[in-house]
């Protein structure tokens, strides 16, 4: 007689089962344990082969219909009283992964949990995520240290090393001593000058002309410019020569800034030194100097090297990709929903700016972030109403995932700050 028809000789004759939890032996009633066909014990009973049963239990003995689970026996107590009662309730002294992982195995759901335990669940895991967050944090800031740790242990071997390696922490840890707290304060200040310079030089009051009455640069600021531009260079070559890494060193986002914000300098001259009677394809050169002038903006981002809240804010946008896409998403929602409505309800009035869709895009993108400019607003009843509820729906959107990403910032930003003490 094979395996099968053994069980189901026996399955057909009893109406009780045999489980041992653990130790704990338990005789349960089959009827009690069809209540809930999609459950680990429920499904259990539908088996017709040994291996279909071994996959649902530890092991399984045929002669006494026992079946084993290598559970904890204290928790399968609530298990049964579920299957009695159709209500879960939490184990005391037992944390709130244990409980999920339990409650996963005998295929128990969230929703089965009685009222008196829901809140506290929901709280106990709201809980855990953060710790684990936080734990999260730590390992990272683990990683980190082990990580400059590791660009240490590179310098070892290399040319030399104990000259490259102090003028490297020097220049990349502003806390390593009193000398790189002074070099970072310098670069810092190389910077603001640098951009106040670029913000100077669109004033009116500093344009000058030659006696042709051709603009020309203000040779004061052009100075500045030239010593401003000469330290980047001069601090990118020197932190690139004494880097363990070379390859890592270009790779990094911030070390790119630093060469953009230094690159369209020495374009723009190369440009001016160029013969333009001998190129005809120079044509738009001065375009070409305007919009690389226009990418010194990009000094202003070196300041994030120096700065833990730019950095600490870099690094939320980086872990913060969900929240930012829901963000724009129903801001994009909202804007469509209301542009349409706007747009209907203003067409037919004559005095109405809202003679499109895409019109009213812009008006729905201002409103719902709430800037306002003026330059368009509704002149029917309805469409007033139809305005602040466009107001109203915005500061709600734009406020709940605002939330969460500060939360994520003000996390970053603190451990940026033990990172540098």
């Keep these: 007689m094979v395996y099968g028809q053994i069980l189901h000789r026996h399955g057909r004759g009893d109406c009780s089962v045999n489980l041992n939890v653990g130790g704990f032996k338990q005789r349960v009633e089959r009827d009690v344990l ?87 669940f929901e709280e106990l895991n709201f809980a ?58 310098a670069s810092m200040s190389v910077v603001v000058v640098s951009i106040f310079a670029m913000c100077i030089h669109s004033m009116p009051e500093f344009h000058q002309v030659d006696i042709n009455d051709n603009e020309i640069e203000n040779p004061g600021l052009v100075l500045v410019e030239m010593i401003c531009v000469v330290f980047f260079s001069v601090e990118f070559v020197v932190r690139l020569a004494v880097a363990p890494s070379a390859k890592k060193f270009l790779c990094s ?99 109405s700016q809202f003679h499109s869709i895409p019109i009213g895009w812009w008006w729905a993108t201002i409103s719902m972030t709430t800037v306002g400019y003026g330059d368009m607003c509704p002149v029917t009843p309805l469409g007033k109403l139809v305005a602040t509820l466009c107001i109203l729906t915005g500061m709600l959107v734009v406020a709940l995932p605002i939330t969460l990403i500060f939360n994520k910032f003000a996390k970053f930003y603190q451990r940026q700050n033990n990172n540098n003490k």
């Design 34 to 120: 069809e209540r809930f066909p999609q459950t680990r014990l429920g499904r259990l009973l539908c088996c017709s082969s040994n291996e279909a049963i071994l996959e649902l239990c530890d092991d399984f003995s045929p002669s006494e219909m026992e079946y084993y689970f290598d559970r904890n026996p204290s928790f399968f107590c609530y298990v049964l009283n579920f299957y009695l009662t159709g209500k879960m309730h939490l184990m005391d002294g037992l944390c709130v992964v244990s409980f999920s992982q339990e409650i996963e195995y005998w295929g128990i759901k969230e929703r089965h949990l009685d009222s008196c335990c829901t809140e506290v």
């Design 253 to 351: 986002p911030l070390n790119i800034i630093d060469f953009i914000s230094v690159m369209p300098f020495f374009i723009t001259l190369a440009l001016d030194l160029m013969d333009n009677e001998e190129t005809a394809d120079l044509e738009n050169v001065g375009k070409v100097v305007q919009i690389l002038r226009l990418m010194r903006m990009f000094r202003i981002l070196k300041l994030a090297r120096h700065s833990t809240g730019l950095q600490s804010l870099g690094a939320t946008f980086r872990n913060s990709y969900r929240e930012v896409g829901l963000l724009i998403l129903l801001l994009s929602m909202g804007t469509s929903i209301f542009a349409v409505l706007m747009y209907f309800v203003e067409n037919e009035s004559l005095e």
């Design 128 to 185: 855990n995520s953060e710790q684990f967050e936080e734990l999260q944090g730590s390992y990272s800031s683990i990683e980190e240290e082990s990580e400059s740790e590791n660009e240490l242990e590179m310098f070892e071997g290399s040319w030399c090393e104990d000259v490259r390696k102090n003028i490297w922490l020097r220049l990349e840890n502003p806390g390593y001593s009193r000398s790189a707290k002074i070099m970072a304060i």
